[in-house]
């Protein structure tokens, strides 16, 4: 597996997953190429060999105390192996270098394999857009993530002093 930061030049790649895995509600290329260039975002590509197999990106203004996932999919024939919560982690420590405190996502309802996983990294449902995916007219679940207790838990050592003092004695 290899992340790395996406170009235009993954656009038609992108593009290929988005509608694959979005069809009612895919995003159009010149969107995803404006997302892509901001400079308040980053995407990245899950590549596997020549292959784009995955992406997603998180729009995190320097300064800002909050941040939010703005899409993550990868082709099926990846799915089950760790790939999207590694795709996951990466996005969610560009926001905390970016400054970000609080993270936040909307996922479908219907969905139940990424709330599960947004959950277990401690993401918690905050509301409902009711209706908010359309044609289907299935609800946005809005999640939130506070990023110092995820940081914490990802690192209990940086959050105990005491827990540092002893390993290194």
């Not at 597996?1 to 979005?22: H, Q, S, Y």
């Not at 990023?147 to 540092?164: E, K, T």
């Amino acid at each position: 597996m290899t992340l790395r930061t996406a170009t235009l030049d993954d656009l038609a790649a992108i593009m290929d997953l988005e509608r694959r895995g979005f069809p009612a509600d895919a995003w159009s290329a010149q969107t995803m190429g404006a997302e892509i260039s901001s400079l308040h975002n980053l995407y990245l590509v899950d590549v596997e060999g020549e292959h784009v197999v995955g992406y997603g990106g998180v729009r995190a203004l320097r300064g800002s105390s909050d941040a939010d996932i703005q899409t993550i999919a990868l082709d099926p024939s990846v799915r089950g192996r760790g790939r999207g919560r590694a795709l996951l982690r990466a996005l969610i420590a560009t926001a905390l270098d970016r400054g970000a405190r609080e993270l936040f996502l909307d996922v479908r309802d219907d969905n139940t394999v990424a709330r599960a996983l947004y959950a277990s990294e401690g993401f918690v449902e905050l509301g409902r857009r009711p209706g908010y995916y359309q044609p289907d007219d299935v609800d946005a679940v809005v999640m939130r993530l506070d990023l110092r207790s995820w940081a914490d838990a990802a690192d209990p050592d940086a959050a105990d002093p005491d827990a540092a003092e002893e390993a290194s004695a």
